[in-house]
């Protein structure tokens, strides 16, 4: 099993440039998340998904768009990227929300630069 | 406000043991996790508490005291693959994860 993986890796954007993330999960888990992390502070929510076709904001949700067509799939879309958005972003997913059902499994991530 | 105050690092010796603290103020309690996370790679899961107590797995052990609002995770016998930040996470009544900045922790030879 692949468990969590993300595409791209890497990537720099331009100012105004659009792009999406792909989180793909193969451990048949109903939810999934997508975090930002900036140095000196935690992993910040930005979107999540409780199963296929749904999803819900998080704690920093602006400038950021989700969908959730597949139970395999996550993905993550910035529709015009701003320099505040130069982070890494984290895929995870849990087969549960509640308990220990709520370990989560993360993505190596994705290191996103805006230029 | 949502908050979980950890040190932002620490350091120990190889063989020795450490203590990282994390106390937290959240809406709600429905567990607390630690999580490693190894320099540019994802946090991979340590444990789980939600009844107060001391919970031990292998070298890793967690406490909690909810009335204090307070855990801790202790670390034995350390490796130099333990160097790494320990993320503290609490899940809060509306069952989201409200994570802490993290825990550099160095270990000298």
């Known amino acids: 099993n692949a468990g969590v993986t993300q595409t791209p890796k890497f990537r720099v954007l331009k100012t105004g440039q659009s792009m999406t993330l792909l989180c793909a999960q193969d451990?048949?888990?109903?939810?999934m998340y997508w975090y930002r992390q900036d140095p000196g502070m935690g992993l910040r929510l930005i979107h999540y998904?409780?199963?296929?076709?749904?999803?819900a904001k998080g704690e920093v949700p602006d400038g950021y768009n989700v969908s959730r067509l597949k139970k395999q799939n996550f993905l993550l879309g910035l529709e015009s990227a701003a320099p505040s958005q130069t982070s890494v972003y984290f895929c995870a997913s849990s087969p549960g929300l509640a308990g220990d059902y709520n370990e989560q499994f993360f993505g190596p991530g994705t290191r996103l630069t805006v230029l | 406000g949502q908050n979980i105050d950890q040190p932002t690092e620490m350091t120990a010796t190889e063989g020795a043991i450490v203590q990282i603290n994390c106390t937290y103020q959240t809406s709600g309690f429905n567990g607390l996790f630690w999580y490693q996370q190894h320099a540019g790679e994802a946090p991979t899961f340590l444990s789980y508490?939600?009844l107060d107590g001391l919970e031990e797995k292998g070298r890793f052990s967690s406490f909690l005291s909810r009335s204090k609002g307070y855990s801790y995770l202790l670390l034995k016998e350390l490796q130099m693959k333990d160097s790494a930040s320990y993320l503290c996470?609490?899940?809060?009544?509306?069952?989201?994860?409200?994570w802490g900045a993290g825990t550099k922790l160095i270990i000298k030879p």
């Open positions: 508490n939600v």
């Open positions: 451990m048949n888990h109903e939810y």
């Open positions: 998904s409780v199963g296929e076709g749904t999803t």
């Open positions: 996470a609490v899940l809060d009544s509306n069952y989201q994860l409200i």
